[in-house]
Structures are given as C-alpha cells and as structure tokens.
C-alpha cells in the first residue's frame, strides 16, 4: 500500500529498483495497491473497444502463437480486405451497443497495396458515419501510411510488443522487435496515440513480463493490452499449458504499478478467470476489449456492461 501512495504522489518504479515485492507480496494485498493506483488515475471509468478482423489469414510471419500466420494449419477463414459496407455495418452495431472505440485488425506483415488504399477509404467512410474512436492495427507500416490513417480519421494504431526483448526471438524470427518498436514510435511522431502490449503464458517468465512492462512505459503508451494466451491447435503453441488465474491477476496487477496512468487493456483470456474478468476490472485492468476477438471468444458488449454496472464502473466518461 505505501508503495502504490508513493506512485499516486508522483513516484515511479525503475527496473534497477527492488522489485521483488511485485512477485512476493500476496495477491490480494497487492490488487488492493493496484486498486488504489487505477481509482486515482482513471477513476470508475473502463474503456471498452471492440475489433473486427479486416482480413483473414495467409499471414507470411512466423509467430509461433498465431492462427492466422500461413505457417500454421488451423483451418482458419482466409479473405482479402472486407467491403467497407460490411465493415461499417458492424461498426455502427457496436456503437449503438455502447462501446468507446472500434478497430480493423488484418493479418500480414504490412497491409499494402490495394488491400491499404481499401482501408483508407473505409476508415473515411466510418469517420463520417461515427461518433466513436478509431483504431487501426496494420502490422509494420511506414510514416507515410501512418500519416494517412491519421489523415482518415485514426487516432490510435495498435502494435503490440507481444513479449520482452529477451523472449521475442522465442516467439517470432520473421521480424525483430526493433522493428514493432519503430513501427511505435513512427505511429507516435505521426500524431497517432499508440496501443501496444503482448501476450502472456506463451512460456516466458516473470522477468519477461516486467520488462515488457517497463518497456512499454518507456515508449509512454496510453493503452496496453494483456492477452492470455489461448492455445490454438494448429500453432506451434498449441500444447502450452493454460496460466493459472493468480498469474492472470498478478501480472494484470504489476502492468498497473508500472503504467499507472495508462489503460491496462484486458484482452483474450477473460474467460479463463472465475468472475468474467471483474477481479482484474476493478484492481489494475481499466479497460477491455469486448465483443469477438480475432479468433477467439470473448464477453459480449450487453454482458460487459451489465457486469460494469454491477461492479460500480462505467464506460461513459
């Protein structure tokens, strides 16, 4: 608790500090300080987003937990760039359902080519018709494009670190995380607010997930999303054993203590806790991500909002 005060008047955890009381401290004394963390800096507000996934599959990268990366045999629906028509359709749904913000995620190394100029389009198309938030998630794109997605109406693009330095090259080879942390900061000097975070139980470590922490904190990222790895058959993860729900919550709550201004995001793995996440929403977790995931299911909006009304939370500002 003292800790989590010094960090509401001002004070900052380091990587060379004494963390070990991040690991050590019992869960529940911890959540307690990550409560009064994100009851200072975000209130009872809770960021809602839902996704929509633009394009399917035939992705050329090698990232081990992927359905979508053409590496992988996992029977996943393939498809170009989705009909603007459709796309907006769906976005005015989740609108009217009551959520924050809408994103178009599309598999790939990069979106380009035709495939982008759709997109370009389409987010002009849904920036006249909505009122919410946009978001973007493209893969490793250049200034250029960056500065069009923010000419089209994007304000935040997504881009995940997905794990530590250390760890990356455990999970990914096909790209380095030199290149997802440029692509961040070219999104960023582009005028677009970053979401960026990772994945966790894909066979990393503590340490792996603090410093991924303190990564993101250095890049200033606004959201961040914890994604618990659902092992998907098909994927070079498939057999990874599930993470327990105190390892959910724990590293919920130390991403709170180290960004403590920033929206935790809680991804996928939702249902993999007891209470639909609402352990996580009220100590560290000030945001999710509702409706369905990429390819994997997730709480609806109606149930998310009732849970938050129950809870004492609300999405609206």
Not at 20 to 34: I, R, S
Not at 144 to 159: C, D, F, I, S, T
Not at 163 to 180: A, G, M, Q, W
Request: with cysteine.
């Amino acid at each position: 608790m003292d800790i989590a005060k010094k960090i509401i008047s001002g004070e900052r955890l380091h990587p060379s500090d004494d963390l070990n009381f991040l690991l050590t401290t019992p869960l529940e004394k911890l959540q307690a300080g990550a409560h009064l963390i994100q009851k200072n800096f975000c209130g009872n507000h809770i960021d809602l987003c839902t996704i929509i996934n633009g394009k399917s599959g035939r992705c050329s990268e090698n990232c081990k937990y992927c359905a979508q990366s053409a590496r992988h045999k996992t029977g996943i629906d393939e498809y170009d760039f989705l009909p603007a028509e459709k796309i907006l359709e769906v976005a005015l749904a989740n609108e009217k359902a009551g959520v924050n913000r809408f994103s178009i995620v599309t598999s790939g190394r990069a979106l380009d080519g035709k495939n982008f100029e759709k997109a370009i389009e389409t987010y002009k198309v849904l920036r006249a018709k909505l009122k919410i938030d946009l978001c973007a998630s493209h893969g490793i794109l250049s200034f250029e494009q960056l500065k069009r997605l923010k000419a089209a109406g994007v304000n935040r693009y997504h881009h995940n670190l997905e794990t530590s330095r250390r760890f990356f090259p455990e999970i990914c080879t096909s790209h380095t995380y030199d290149d997802r942390i440029k692509t961040i900061k070219l999104a960023q000097a582009a005028g677009l607010e970053v979401c960026s975070g990772g994945i966790i139980g894909m066979g990393e470590n503590w340490q792996d997930r603090i410093d991924m922490a303190f990564e993101l904190a250095a890049l200033e990222i606004k959201s961040i999303p914890i994604n618990v790895l659902t092992a998907i058959k098909g994927t070079a993860l498939e057999n990874m054993p599930r993470l327990s729900a105190e390892e959910i919550l724990r590293t919920t709550a130390i991403f709170r203590y180290i960004n403590p201004t920033a929206n935790v995001r809680f991804a996928a793995g939702r249902k993999f806790l007891p209470d639909r996440g609402a352990s996580a929403l009220l100590n560290g977790a000030s945001a999710a991500i509702t409706g369905n995931m990429l390819t994997t299911p997730n709480n609806n909006i109606e149930n998310d909002l009732k849970l938050l009304a129950e809870l004492g939370l609300t999405n609206k500002f």
